[in-house]
């Protein structure tokens, strides 16, 4: 994880947040003290983490943190109250935001950090395998209609079409979406 936001009305609670962060190489930490300084700052940068350390000033933290999961791709981790800490936690774990009891040990947040950074992990590489997909989802598309232009304009079949994509892609050395995306120049203008 690369970028934290530390959501905290307590500067002492924020300042032993940031330490632990620190000493797990966290790169870039920032703390806000309000709900409403938050969203200012999650309105100009993306963040891995949001830690929200209910309740806050303007708000208790909880709906907040609610809201932030259904736009946030980042984790959040949400700090309560040991009196709400199950209900909060049943309440809130469809929106995956992980709920720590306060006062808080030092171990359990660090294993919640770790948690936190693992399922980072996997869902960047799950971002990356989507984009992936969509990209050869986009490269199908583009051949399909270019092997239509080929069957409309050149009275080809489509195993003909796809023949002479394959074909001009191996002896040109190109992508079967670069000659695709060749035939479509050349005949939608």
């Known amino acids: ?14 300042a032993a947040l940031r330490e632990t962060l620190m000493r797990e190489n ?16 999650l309105a100009t940068s993306d963040y891995d983490l949001v830690i929200v350390n209910s309740p806050l000033p303007d708000e208790s933290g909880i709906e907040f943190a609610q809201r932030l999961s259904e736009k946030q791709s980042g984790q959040i981790m949400l700090l309560v109250r040991e009196e709400i800490f199950t209900e909060t936690t049943h309440n809130l774990a469809e929106y995956g935001i992980i709920t720590l009891s306060k006062p808080l040990q030092r171990a359990a947040f660090w294993n ?19 984009t992936k997909l969509q990209q050869k989802i986009e490269d199908i598309r583009v051949v399909d209609r270019a092997k239509l232009i080929l069957i409309s304009h050149l009275s080809m079949s489509e195993p003909e ?4 994509i394959e074909r001009q892609a191996m002896d040109r050395r190109m992508t079967r979406r670069e000659i695709a995306d060749g035939i479509l120049r050349t005949y939608e203008n």
């Open 26 to 41: 966290v790169p870039r930490i920032a703390s806000c003290g309000s709900v409403g300084e938050a969203r200012r700052a």
């Open 1 to 14: 994880m690369d970028s934290t936001l530390i959501v905290s009305s307590g500067e002492k609670s924020a």
């Open 112 to 130: 919640a950090l770790m948690l936190c950074r693992a399922t980072h992990r996997r869902f960047r590489m799950l971002q990356r395998e989507n």
């Open 161 to 164: 079409a796809h023949k002479y």
